[in-house]
């Protein structure tokens, strides 16, 4: 009879981990497919709307190289929320160069696709 030692349960647990994770990255980018897709379907609407609040969110990478090296990386993500005549709001992604130049308060004409933002202009 085999008993389980630390080594053992390791060998158990170790393929159903990087099952988990090859999972979770097949998942993540087959959804970020299938929302391009969808994006890519949807009409350029404009909209008249003002600028009512920005928010950013930053991520943390460590690294880990085989020299036993540790490298720390960080990516940031920019969000504009707009509120429509109808007093609907909607939160997109901007890219880095317009999100300073996007001022809360400012109105004027928004352009998107489905989730995606195409532009700004006041």
Do not use: C
């Amino acid at each position: 009879m085999h008993s389980f030692g630390m080594f053992g349960l390791f060998e158990a647990i170790f393929p159903l981990f990087f099952i988990f994770v090859f999972g979770t990255i097949i998942f993540t980018i087959v959804k970020g497919i299938q929302e391009n897709m969808h994006n890519n379907r949807q009409p350029i609407i404009p909209v008249e709307t003002k600028i009512v609040a920005k928010r950013y969110d930053v991520s943390r990478h460590h690294h880990h190289d085989s020299d036993n090296m540790h490298h720390t990386s960080s990516s940031t993500t920019y969000y504009v929320t707009f509120e429509m005549t109808n007093g609907e709001r909607m939160e997109l992604e901007v890219p880095s160069k317009e999100f300073g130049m996007l001022v809360e308060g400012d109105q004027g004409t928004l352009q998107f696709q489905g989730t995606r933002y195409i532009g700004f202009t006041r």
